[in-house]
């Protein structure tokens, strides 16, 4: 079992940054695939971006690629997703999401969710 919590979601201008944290329990966590995905309203869940267990291998969505970079901490057991340059359209409850398995963007591939953390970005 892994469980996920996020953190430092808010509201910023146009152009700022904000820095989430997704923290698990759980002694297994370096041994899971991480990723981050995020849903506005009304809009389906639509991924952002992935990182192996290992923290060797990343991928962005092209809406996110040069502003968001992803990072873990095994040590810490903590995911964090860095977003730059944000735009009204980054608007979004951001999910982490946790699988054992290769990468994918389906997020009904991914077995452990978080609550989400909402990221507010204002014109």
């Known amino acids: 079992q892994l469980q996920l919590v996020e953190s430092g979601g808010g509201l910023v201008q146009a152009g700022g940054s904000l820095r989430l944290s997704c923290a698990a329990s759980?002694?297994?966590?370096?041994?899971?695939?991480m990723a981050w995905f995020r849903q506005a309203p009304g809009e389906e869940r639509e991924f952002v971006t992935y990182?192996?267990?290992?923290?060797?291998?990343?991928t962005y969505a092209d809406s996110v690629k040069g502003r968001f970079t992803i990072s873990r901490d095994n040590a810490e057991n903590t995911v964090y997703l860095q977003m730059n340059s944000l735009k009204p359209e980054d608007t979004a409850v951001y999910y982490c999401?946790?699988?054992?398995?290769?990468?994918?963007?389906?997020?009904?591939?991914?077995?452990?969710w978080g609550q989400g953390t909402q990221v507010t970005v204002s014109s």
């Open positions: 999401a946790a699988r054992r398995g290769p990468w994918t963007l389906d997020s009904h591939d991914y077995d452990y």
């Open positions: 759980g002694r297994t966590f370096s041994t899971y695939n």
């Open positions: 990182i192996s267990w290992s923290g060797s291998r990343t």
